[in-house]
């Protein structure tokens, strides 16, 4: 064989993925990106997330999850966890003890939650104290447009759910910063430092209520909150209310081919998942879906990946069908959806480049996360490689491999590790980010598109 013969058949050639799509490809790919940019409007939170995907799933004959329900194929079955995550499956043709084929994501993003008692006033300025949720740079949620999300329990046990500032009727909140003018002493600070946790205080006004006494501003919000939502300030403590840049998604650049939104960690995962679901022919083995919550704080608590809430819903279905729920672990496959970083050029000594996710080239197939010596990590073996390379190659779509930048640079994890916990092949893979965790991240429409031909080829392998 000459060079260029051996070069060929012998060495990796990646190419951009616009150069491998069709004409029809495009624009089956521009339809799926407006069908996602309008779940991102509506889906802020986690919470947001799940009545979506309840919403959708019964238009699409999907029926509420019931212990002692029945499992035949071509069931479609949802389990909505307190409103916070959910479950759905497709019941295959095969039986559970083969085993299932899953996919994962989570719907939680980083954020800022209101404290339980977060109203408060300081120099005639209504604040609301927050603490933030998940990583953060802290300095990157001052002077930015926000919006209030979330729920509130009232007195009387009744629940009243709150959006403030995403209709373009609305006020927007704000973090306040220091001015340039007198910022001598903060820009010796380290960017960790810039802004500290406490000082992301959230303001909400400065009229006073007319009268006389101490906290007229603060009366005036709590009245103007009454007023809207009927809430008292006790109700603040049965309350979840989370803090969320405020504005739509949007396309951006001048040809159009990436997405601006917050929270693309991990809804643009969650969403390709949803939408492969909905779609896909009657599977074979049963396909099931999970949108998963607290991962940003390391999956715990009764919403997240570590909770039982999936072994109840896996084991009723296997139970449904005289199956042993650890069988049915043992046989299955699973999908982590979860983001990688892309290669920025602006950073690039953060990156081995040859081993980094790049925009427009597919999704990202990462063998492992985890941090310093593949810390949290559940490290894909080469068989389970190879399985998700077959699946990929053999429905045409298109990927890429890649790591979580240089070793001993940072890291994180995924809901990876607790799947693999369960005795089930796991496998990460997700869509490239540019500034992951910022209040406003960036995708690429062709990874977004390909990843939701990977969650479609994984319910079908």
Not at 191 to 215: F, H, Y
Not at 387 to 394: A, C, L, P, S, Y
Request: proline fraction near 4%.
């Amino acid at each position: 064989m000459t060079p260029d013969e051996l070069r060929e058949n012998l060495l990796m050639a990646p190419k951009n993925g616009f150069a491998r799509l069709s004409a029809g490809e495009r624009a089956e790919m521009e339809a799926y990106c407006k069908r996602y940019m309008a779940f991102m409007d509506q889906a802020k939170t986690e919470r947001e997330a799940t009545d979506w995907a309840v919403r959708e799933a019964e238009k699409r004959g999907f029926k509420p999850f019931a212990v002692g329900m029945t499992a035949k194929p071509g069931d479609k079955i949802y389990y909505n966890n307190r409103g916070k995550s959910i479950a759905l499956a497709v019941i295959g043709t095969e039986s559970l003890a083969g085993g299932a084929n899953i996919c994962a994501a989570h719907v939680d993003s980083p954020r800022m939650d209101l404290k339980p008692n977060p109203l408060y006033e300081d120099s005639e300025i209504a604040y609301f104290k927050t603490h933030y949720y998940g990583g953060i740079k802290k300095y990157q949620w001052v002077t930015i447009p926000l919006a209030i999300h979330g729920v509130v329990c009232r007195k009387d046990g009744s629940c009243v759910t709150v959006t403030i500032g995403e209709d373009e009727n609305d006020p927007v909140l704000m973090v306040s910063d220091l001015l340039i003018h007198l910022s001598a002493d903060q820009m010796q600070k380290t960017a960790a430092k810039v802004i500290a946790g406490e000082q992301l205080n959230v303001i909400l006004g400065t009229e006073p209520l007319e009268g006389e006494g101490s906290d007229m501003v603060k009366l005036n919000m709590m009245k103007l909150l009454n007023e809207k939502y009927g809430l008292i300030e006790a109700d603040f403590q049965t309350a979840e209310l989370v803090v969320v840049p405020a504005g739509r998604c949007r396309e951006v650049g001048l040809d159009r081919s990436l997405i601006g939104a917050y929270g693309h960690d991990d809804r643009v995962c969650a969403y390709a998942e949803l939408e492969a679901l909905f779609t896909m022919p009657q599977p074979a083995k049963t396909a099931v879906c999970i949108l998963a919550d607290k991962e940003e704080i390391g999956s715990v608590g009764i919403s997240g990946m570590q909770s039982h809430f999936f072994e109840h819903f896996m084991g009723t279905l296997c139970a449904a069908q005289g199956v042993n729920l650890e069988d049915c672990f043992a046989a299955s496959f699973c999908l982590s959806a979860d983001v990688s970083n892309a290669f920025d050029p602006n950073f690039p000594d953060t990156c081995d480049k040859r081993n980094n996710s790049a925009l427009n080239y597919g999704v990202s197939i990462c063998k492992y996360t985890g941090s310093r010596g593949k810390g949290g990590a559940s490290d894909a073996s080469a068989e389970a490689m190879s399985h998700i390379r077959q699946t990929f190659d053999g429905n045409g779509v298109i990927w890429q491999l890649a790591t979580l930048g240089k070793v001993d640079q940072g890291g994180g994890g995924t809901v990876a590790a607790y799947m693999a916990n369960r005795n089930i092949v796991t496998v990460d893979a997700g869509v490239p980010v540019l500034s992951m965790h910022a209040p406003v991240e960036l995708v690429s429409k062709l990874d977004c598109y390909e990843t939701m031909l990977a969650c479609k080829a994984v319910y079908l392998a």
